[in-house]
C-alpha cells in the first residue's frame, strides 16, 4: 500500500513536472491574465501545505503554482509569510441573539470565516417551511456571506411532517434537543426516531444536542430546592455520563432509523466513547466540538459566571485534553463555533441567565492558538477541522473548503506571527463581552476574501449586506 501511494505521489509531480515545461515552452502562460493574484503564501488545505500562488478568475480560483506571472492581475496581493487557507465554514451559528444574519456574518468575517450555516429557529406554534424561508430571506437581505440553513425543531410532533418539504428549499439537515426541557425545547426520543426515519429516507443528516434533559431537570429542582450554589448545581446536573447516555441513545435510533447522525459539540472525555464505538462499528457519525472546549474550563465557569453559562457546561481540564487527543485520532470532524451572544451581566442570577456566548469571530484565533502553537495538531488538520470536513459533511465540497483550480475563491490570509489581544470593543459581535477578554492569541486572519472579493482586509469591511448566496447543502451517503 505504502508503495504504491509512493508511486502514485511521484507520478503526480512528474506529470505536474510535464504540465508546467508544456506551459513554459509553449508559452502559452503569458496570455493568463488574472483578476487577483495572491503571491508568495503558504497555501495550505486538508492535504498538504505548498508555497504557491493563486490565480483568480472571477468568482473562482483559476491556477495555484509558484511563479504566477502577476504583472497584468488585477490585483496583486501580497501573502509572504502569511498562511493561505479555504475560509473556514462555520456551520453552527445561531443568529437570534445579538446578532442576527448580518450581523452574524459581520463578525464571522472579520474572523476569517467565508461560508455560515445557521440554525433556522422553528419555535413551539410555528411551520417549519415558514422558518426556513424567513431565515432564507433574511439571509439573501443581510448576510455578506454565503450561507446555508439547518432546519431547527423545536416541536416536533408538529413540525416533523414538514421535513420532506424542507428538501425542496436546499436544506437536508435538521437539529434537534435532547436537552432543555424545562424550556420546552426537548424532542423526547418518540419525536427523535419519527424525525430520523424522514430524514433518513429523504437522504438527510440529523444533528442533535445530546444531554439527558430530564434527567438534569430532576436534578436540577432537586439541588435547587436545597440552595446550593447554582454554579456547582450547574455542573453536578450536567454530569458526562448524562452526555455519553444521550450521545449513544441518539447514536442507536439513527443506527434503527438509518439515518446519519451529528453531534453538536461534544465536551466530555466519556462523551468520546460511544462515537469511537459507532465509528469502529462502522456506522455514520459525525462530532463537532467547539473552541470553549478545547480552551476553557469549569474554572471559568467559577470566575465568570452566567457569562460563562453555556450548554453543554465548560468541563474539566481533563476532558479537554481528551477532546484534542480525540481530534488528533480522527473521532472529531469538525470545530465550529456555536456562536449564540446574548446579553448577560457577571452578577444576574445564575439559573435566570441565558445560556450561550459571542464565538465567531475568535474561532478560526482561538483553534490556531490553543491547536498549533501548543502542538496538539498541524496546519493541515486545523484546515480539515474547520474548513474541509464541515464542507464534505455538507455537500458543499470543493466548492467550498478546498483551494482548488474551479474552487470558489474564498481565502483567508492568517498571519501566524502576529499576536491578536481579545478584547470585547475591538470584535463586531453585537455581545456585550466576551469570554476571552485580554488573551493574547498569536496568530491573526488578516484578510478574507469571498468568492474573489476582498470581505475584511486589515480589519476593515468592505462586503455589503445581501452579498451571500445561498449555498443548498446535500449530505453526502
Ligand atoms: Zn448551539
Redesign the pocket.
Known amino acids: 500500500m505504502k508503495s504504491e501511494g509512493r508511486w502514485r505521489c511521484l507520478k503526480e509531480s512528474l506529470n505536474e513536472i510535464t504540465r508546467y515545461d508544456f506551459i513554459v515552452r509553449g508559452g502559452g502562460e503569458m496570455a493568463e491574465i488574472y483578476d487577483v493574484v495572491v503571491r508568495n503564501g503558504l497555501v495550505v488545505t486538508g492535504a498538504k501545505i505548498q508555497k504557491a500562488d493563486i490565480g483568480i478568475k472571477g468568482e473562482k480560483i483559476a491556477a495555484i503554482r509558484p511563479g504566477l506571472p502577476a504583472k497584468e492581475a488585477g490585483r496583486l496581493i501580497d501573502a509572504s509569510g502569511k498562511y493561505v487557507l479555504p475560509g473556514a465554514i462555520d456551520v ?1 451559528v ?1 443568529p437570534v441573539y445579538e446578532d442576527d444574519m448580518g450581523g452574524t456574518s459581520v463578525t464571522a468575517a472579520h474572523g476569517g470565516t467565508t461560508t455560515l450555516i445557521h440554525y433556522a429557529y422553528a419555535k413551539p406554534g410555528m411551520k417549519l417551511i415558514d422558518a426556513i424561508n424567513r431565515f432564507k430571506e433574511s439571509g439573501f437581505e443581510k448576510s455578506c456571506l454565503d450561507f446555508g440553513i439547518h432546519g431547527t425543531l423545536f416541536d416536533p410532533a408538529n413540525q416533523v411532517k414538514e421535513i420532506p418539504k424542507a428538501f425542496d428549499l436546499g436544506v437536508t439537515s435538521f437539529k434537534m434537543f435532547m436537552t432543555y426541557a424545562k424550556l420546552k425545547w426537548m424532542t423526547d426520543d418518540y419525536w427523535l426516531a419519527a424525525a430520523m426515519d424522514l430524514i433518513g429516507a429523504n437522504g438527510g443528516l440529523s444533528m442533535v ?1 445530546a444531554e439527558n434533559g430530564l434527567v438534569t431537570d430532576y436534578f436540577e429542582d432537586r439541588s435547587l430546592k436545597k440552595g446550593e450554589d447554582p454554579k456547582k448545581v450547574f455542573l453536578k446536573t450536567r454530569p458526562d455520563i448524562l452526555e455519553a447516555e444521550a450521545i449513544f441513545r441518539a447514536i442507536s435510533i439513527s443506527a434503527v432509523t438509518h439515518c446519519p447522525v451529528y453531534i ?2 461534544l465536551s466530555t472525555a466519556r462523551g468520546v466513547i460511544p462515537v469511537q464505538r459507532a465509528r469502529e462499528e462502522g456506522r455514520v457519525v459525525y462530532a463537532e466540538t467547539c473552541p470553549q472546549y478545547l480552551t476553557l474550563t469549569d474554572m471559568t465557569l467559577q470566575k465568570k459566571g452566567p457569562l460563562a453559562k453555556i450548554g453543554p457546561p465548560l468541563r474539566l481540564e481533563a476532558d479537554r485534553v481528551a477532546l484534542w487527543k480525540a481530534i488528533q485520532r480522527g473521532i472529531i470532524d469538525v470545530v465550529a463555533s ?1 456562536h ?1 451572544p446574548k446579553t448577560k451581566k457577571i452578577d444576574d442570577p445564575f439559573f435566570e441567565a441565558a445560556f450561550g456566548s459571542a464565538q465567531a469571530e475568535t474561532l478560526l484565533s482561538m483553534t490556531y492558538d490553543e491547536g498549533i502553537n501548543s502542538g496538539w495538531i498541524g496546519p493541515c488538520q486545523w484546515v480539515r477541522l474547520v474548513s474541509e470536513n464541515p464542507a464534505k459533511i455538507f455537500g458543499l465540497y470543493p466548492k467550498k473548503g478546498a483551494i482548488q483550480k474551479g474552487s470558489d475563491a474564498d481565502l483567508v490570509l492568517f498571519d501566524p506571527s502576529q499576536i491578536q489581544e481579545i478584547h470585547q470593543k475591538t470584535l463586531h459581535s453585537g455581545a456585550p463581552y466576551t469570554l476571552y477578554e485580554g488573551k493574547k492569541c498569536l496568530g491573526t486572519p488578516v484578510l478574507t476574501m469571498q468568492r474573489g472579493k476582498i470581505l475584511v482586509e486589515q480589519g476593515e469591511m468592505k462586503g455589503k449586506p445581501g452579498q451571500g448566496k445561498f449555498l443548498p447543502t446535500k449530505i453526502k451517503r
Open positions: 453552527h445561531h444536542h453538536v459539540h456555536d449564540a
